[in-house]
């Protein structure tokens, strides 16, 4: 399995921008297709965006559609996802997560698609 920790996560006003970060170990990161995912207070954990394995294939949830972005660099074993036009409603702890199969992905993947999780990075949206 991979592990993997999130950072650039913080306070930001709305309608601004925050880049995510994801920074994975061991050598098998580039064979993983990756995903984002984002947990409010008392709500349930849900899909933000998905990456295949090279890169080439994008899935996003239709609430930050247009606004955000996910990518990746398989020579620093690292994923992105940067963000803009910010809103109150995407305060959250992110998520970032290894999985199963890459887009492109029939419906939004959930836990049982998830091999590795990272341990959440907070981000507030403040109005």
């Known amino acids: 399995q991979v592990q993997l920790v999130e950072s650039g996560g913080g306070l930001v006003q709305a309608g601004g921008s925050l880049r995510l970060a994801c920074a994975a170990s061991g050598r098998t990161f580039s064979t993983y297709a990756m995903g984002w995912f984002r947990q409010a207070p008392g709500k349930e954990r849900e899909f933000v965006a998905a990456i295949n394995w090279s890169g080439g294939v994008t899935q996003y949830a239709n609430s930050v559609k247009g606004r955000f972005t996910m990518s990746r660099d398989n020579a620093k074993n690292t994923m992105y996802l940067q963000m803009n036009s910010l809103k109150p409603e995407d305060t959250a702890v992110y998520y970032c997560?290894?999985?199963?199969?890459?887009?492109?992905?029939?419906?939004?993947?959930?836990?049982?698609?998830?091999?590795?999780w990272g341990q959440g990075t907070q981000v507030t949206v403040s109005s």
């Open positions: 997560a290894a999985l199963k199969k890459g887009p492109p992905l029939t419906g939004a993947p959930g836990s049982r698609d998830v091999t590795s």
